[in-house]
């Protein structure tokens, strides 16, 4: 079982750029598929990026070109830079992993989830 524990949310203006950490316990991390989600008040969780074991990539339609994931293996830790940031990006961002080499993009795909990280973008 792994444990994860995101970082780095904060409040920004609309325009700026904030970067989110996500770091992962336990063995194997090399080898787990992750990814990014978020959930806005009032609105179901949605996908936003992921990343497989061998850096493969995609995004959502709504951040491609803004955001970038990455992965660090030897820190165990997945990041998600955000860039250009809107007020509609606001939300709680999480973290979420499984233990297998391929790229998801749907919730139901990941059995482990971090606490959430609060990004908040101004006008």
């Known amino acids: 079982q792994v444990q994860l524990v995101e970082s780095g949310g904060g409040l920004v203006q609309a325009g700026g750029s904030l970067r989110l950490s996500c770091a992962a316990s336990g063995r194997s991390f090399v080898s787990y598929a992750m990814g990014w989600f978020r959930q806005a008040p009032g609105k179901e969780r949605e996908f936003v990026a992921a990343i497989n074991w061998s850096f493969g990539t995609t995004y959502a339609d709504s951040v491609k070109g803004r955001f970038s994931i990455s992965r660090d293996n030897a820190k165990n830790t997945v990041y998600l830079q955000m860039n250009s940031l809107k007020p509609e990006d606001t939300a709680v961002y999480y973290c979420?992993?499984?233990?297998?080499?391929?790229?998801?993009?749907?919730?139901?795909?990941?059995?482990?989830w971090g606490q959430g990280t609060q990004v908040t973008v101004s006008s």
């Open positions: 979420a992993g499984r233990p297998n080499r391929g790229i998801y993009s749907n919730i139901e795909a990941y059995p482990y």
